[in-house]
């Protein structure tokens, strides 16, 4: 709630968004690009086990695409991210209430939830579907180079089996979910950080509490959209 009364403050926390996204977006974008990747691999590798002899081969590009792009793409990133993003707010927030930067901002007439809890949130919010967005990619397309150089399919078979079920819903459905993913992550960050006490222990014990809560958060919303889907 003070969050949300914080955002009214914007000259505290609008210059300090792009600087978190960078952070929070654009370093995470290698460990996001390199999971799609082996997680597109899998998939069509799986796929034709799962297909042989039951089903035409080019349900291979339905089955990577369908399932990176709602499942897989987003949740898989979240998690990553949970673990990257989530520590490193709940590490950095943590020791400066530890160490008394937050009491000093209190002092100094700054809301510490408009300097340190908005800015990571909203960067949370618009770059984990970004991210997400370029994970999509790299892992749909590792399926296809998969499927045409080991599963002996041909890129039109591919992008048939990719067209089948494909519906533009499929796109921002993932896209939402990871904006939803990038808040709980970014929340729970922050809010372990500023509940920090005890010096480096409590840092460290906050810092995997809010890693923890980060992924059950993702995985609960995961069920919640689901939900809605249907």
């Known amino acids: 709630m003070d969050s949300a009364r914080a955002l009214a ?3 505290t926390w609008a210059p300090h968004v792009l600087p978190q996204m960078r952070r929070l977006g ?5 460990i996001a690009l390199f999971i799609a990747t082996f997680t597109g691999i899998v998939l069509a590798l799986l796929s034709k086990y799962i297909f042989t002899g039951a089903v035409p081969m080019y349900f291979v590009g339905a089955l990577v695409g369908k399932t990176i792009m709602m499942e ?3 949740v898989l990133t979240g998690l990553a991210l949970a673990g990257r993003v989530g520590a490193n707010i709940a590490a950095e927030v943590g020791t400066m209430r530890v160490t008394e930067q937050v009491d ?3 002092t100094l007439a700054y809301n510490p939830n408009s ?7 909203l960067a949370g919010v618009l770059m984990f579907p970004v991210v997400t967005a370029l994970a999509v990619a790299i892992g749909v397309t590792a399926g296809w180079i998969t499927a045409i150089n080991l ?16 519906r533009f819903k499929d796109i921002w459905f993932g896209l939402l979910k990871a904006a939803s993913f990038g808040a709980a992550v970014t929340l729970a960050g922050c809010l372990m950080g500023l509940a920090t006490r005890g010096g ?5 014990r ?3 509490r809010a890693v923890v809560i980060g992924c059950e958060a993702i995985l609960v919303l995961d069920a919640f959209w689901a939900l809605v889907l249907l």
Do not use: M
């Open 115 to 121: 300097y340190l809890v908005v800015p990571r949130v």
């Open 200 to 204: 480096a222990e409590g840092v460290g």
């Open 206 to 208: 906050n810092t995997t």
């Open 72 to 74: 897989l793409g987003p």
């Open 104 to 106: 000093a901002l209190e």
């Open 26 to 30: 654009v370093d995470s974008v290698p």
């Open 9 to 11: 403050d914007a000259r």
């Open 151 to 166: 599963l002996d399919l041909s890129t039109l078979e591919f992008v048939k089996g990719l067209r089948l079920f494909y």
